[in-house]
């Protein structure tokens, strides 16, 4: 018979979770990337052992991507968007609803969900407040003004 005590002592349900944690953290924060392992016949094991999930990922250490802008990007786009509409900064910020306004902050808002890896809530931060579903439509339209314009 099968003797557990002369065999490697199982990890406690706690040892688990903790390893579980640690290592979605690291794939959470890009430390390691995990992949699908291929699933295997399984191998008759005798009853009287506790069987483990078994783990259905493989590790493999990756490098942290580089950032896609420098730390200011979207400040060199805003100010691009100004000079191109020849509005004033305070204008593109400000609550202003007519046509040049809106086109510039629209394009101000495509140009920086594309070129810069900030979240749409951070985008209408840094435009004076608005709100994400805002900075998503100005985004759509913007779009549909470019399709609308390619023959």
Same mark, same amino acid.
Not at 2 to 26: G, M
């Given at each position: 018979m099968?003797?557990?005590?002369?065999h490697?002592?199982?990890?406690t349900?706690?040892?688990?979770?903790?390893?579980?944690?640690?290592l979605a953290?690291?794939?959470?924060?890009?430390?390691i990337r @995990?992949?699908?392992?291929? %699933?295997?016949? &399984?191998?008759?094991?005798? #009853?009287?052992?506790?069987?483990?999930?078994?783990?259905?990922?493989?590790?493999?250490?990756c490098?942290?991507?580089?950032?896609?802008?420098?730390?200011?990007?979207?400040k060199?786009?805003?100010?691009?968007?100004?000079?191109?509409?020849?509005?004033?900064?305070?204008?593109?910020?400000?609550i202003?609803?007519?046509? @040049?306004?809106?086109?510039a %902050?629209?394009? &101000?808002?495509?140009?920086? #969900?594309?070129?810069?890896?900030?979240?749409?809530?951070?985008?209408?931060?840094?435009?004076g407040?608005r709100?994400h579903?805002?900075v998503?439509h100005g985004?759509?339209?913007?779009?549909?003004?470019?399709?609308?314009?390619?023959?």
């Amino acid at each position: 018979m099968f003797n557990l005590s002369t065999h490697a002592q199982l990890p406690t349900p706690e040892q688990r979770r903790q390893h579980s944690a640690a290592l979605a953290a690291k794939v959470r924060l890009g430390v390691i990337r @995990a992949k699908p392992v291929a %699933r295997q016949k &399984a191998i008759p094991k005798p #009853r009287d052992i506790l069987l483990v999930t078994p783990v259905l990922t493989t590790v493999e250490p990756c490098l942290p991507e580089p950032p896609l802008f420098k730390a200011g990007q979207w400040k060199v786009i805003i100010r691009d968007i100004c000079k191109k509409y020849e509005i004033h900064l305070a204008d593109l910020m400000s609550i202003r609803r007519d046509r @040049a306004t809106v086109r510039a %902050r629209h394009e &101000a808002m495509f140009r920086m #969900r594309v070129e810069t890896t900030m979240s749409m809530p951070e985008i209408g931060r840094r435009l004076g407040g608005r709100d994400h579903t805002t900075v998503l439509h100005g985004i759509k339209q913007h779009t549909k003004r470019m399709e609308a314009q390619q023959p």
